[in-house]
């Protein structure tokens, strides 16, 4: 069985939590440092950064723009905060917001827009400063699927605002969490604030579910039980529960009745800054694995017909390899693959402005949106591949690809 994914998670990782004196603010600076920005504070998750900051800025009832394709727990946000979502196309040649419709999206009520570095390609932020033309809006850098540093080039961050997400299927992983990094010392002081005053310490209830996430995420970095676990098919039951990534990788994401998790009003812990700061030290080596198999995955299926390969973006960190799959069935075609032993996934399958929770806040058309949650599927892509299994799995592709889906 080849996996889809898996945290670049090794003994060493482990062992660096028994680093004396290794704490959050270390790992906040690291973080900043690498993302080319001054200041960095660390959360529970990625959103709930999103959260804490729209509550420092105190926004209500503003318009803050996304593109329609993107996770759907950050509308959610805005939606809790008492604001107002906007969505707007994508591009289909990097799968990030369309500039264009973006322009158009621009009001007197806007006063932030979220640009996604979506699947790890790196969004134009400073042609969205500059359609934006307005200092009051937010720039916010949705870095959730990237490296830190990793789209920003030699200049560092570029928006107002960066955020980072650290779970098990983001390229950096500590257990959880997610970090907002800086170069406003207003905005900074506004969030530190703001989080000491309404994140919790964690409570020993979650400190040891923390604990047993780490060491099934550690013994499920083995191919040998992840592949049992593979195997038997779990899809109900405690190990399921606790790890997201035992389930079946065709379902997809499924969040148009998604909420705020329960703990993320907790704080980041010096547990997971060790785990962080053991995974910065070699995300070069990861970021470069990411790219040498990307290029390969392209050269290998380009000829392959009624399939698109992933764009070949500068600065992409490839955080998820997807390809297109045109007039084919995407649930079908990853339970073809599923049965030839290769797990792929369809990780956003769908348009936001579609989902329920969603609809009245469009304001359409999203064709490319709609397009692309249909026929994006990720191919398996993590650090332990090998040439030979990639061209395995582009065989395997060809095959499914020419039979009934």
């Given at each position: 069985m080849i996996r889809k994914a898996r945290p670049d998670l090794d003994v060493l990782d482990i062992l660096s939590i028994l680093r004396p004196g290794a704490t959050r603010r270390?790992?906040?600076e690291a973080v900043a440092a690498r993302a080319g920005a001054q200041y960095g504070l660390a959360f529970s998750y990625g959103h709930a950064g999103f959260f804490a900051l729209l509550k420092?800025?105190?926004?209500t009832q503003?318009?803050?723009?996304?593109?329609?394709?993107?996770?759907?727990?950050?509308?959610?946000?805005?939606?809790?905060?008492?604001?107002?979502?906007?969505?707007?196309d994508i591009d289909l040649a990097d799968y990030n917001m369309d500039l264009n419709s973006l322009k158009s999206a621009i009001t007197t009520k806007t006063k932030a827009i979220v640009a996604t570095?979506?699947?790890?390609?790196?969004t134009n932020i400073d042609a969205v400063r500059e359609l934006a033309n307005n200092e009051q809006i937010v720039i916010v850098e949705?870095?959730?699927?990237?490296f830190p540093g990793s789209t920003s080039g030699s200049d560092g961050l570029r928006g107002d605002v960066g955020l980072f997400s650290f779970g098990p299927a983001k390229p950096l992983f500590t257990i959880r969490g997610g970090m907002i990094v800086t170069n406003n010392a207003e905005i900074r002081e506004k969030l530190r604030s703001y989080r000491d005053r309404e994140m919790n310490h964690l409570p020993p209830k979650e400190w040891a579910k923390r604990w047993a996430l780490l060491m099934i995420h550690y013994l499920l970095s083995k191919n040998s039980i992840y592949g049992l676990t593979w195997?038997?098919?779990?899809?109900?039951?405690t190990i399921h529960n606790l790890s997201p990534r035992l389930r079946p990788a065709e379902e997809g994401h499924q969040h148009s009745t998604s909420s705020l998790v329960g703990d993320y009003a907790t704080r980041y812990t010096n547990l997971q800054a060790r785990i962080g700061l053991a995974q910065l030290r070699k995300s070069d080596f990861i970021l470069s694995q990411r790219r040498a198999l990307a290029k390969l995955y392209g050269e290998i299926l380009r000829e392959i017909p009624g399939l698109t390969p992933a764009p070949?973006?500068?600065g992409a960190s490839y955080a998820l390899y997807t390809v297109r799959v045109k007039d084919r069935d995407a649930i079908c075609f990853c339970q073809q693959m599923r049965a030839r032993g290769i797990e792929t996934g369809r990780t956003f399958n769908y348009a936001l402005p579609n989902l329920e929770k969603y609809r009245?806040?469009?304001r359409g058309p999203y064709p490319y949106a709609e397009q692309t949650s249909q026929e994006v599927i990720n191919l398996p892509a993590h650090t332990d591949l090998t040439e030979k299994q990639i061209h395995y799995i582009a065989d395997n592709v060809r095959q499914v690809l020419q039979a009934s889906c």
């Open positions: 270390e790992f906040e420092a800025l105190n926004l503003a318009e803050i723009i996304f593109p329609a394709y993107t996770c759907a727990v950050m509308p959610e946000v805005v939606v809790t905060t008492g604001n107002i979502p906007v969505f707007v570095h979506m699947f790890g390609y790196p949705d870095a959730a699927l990237t195997r038997l098919n779990l899809s109900k039951g070949t973006v500068e009245s806040y469009a």
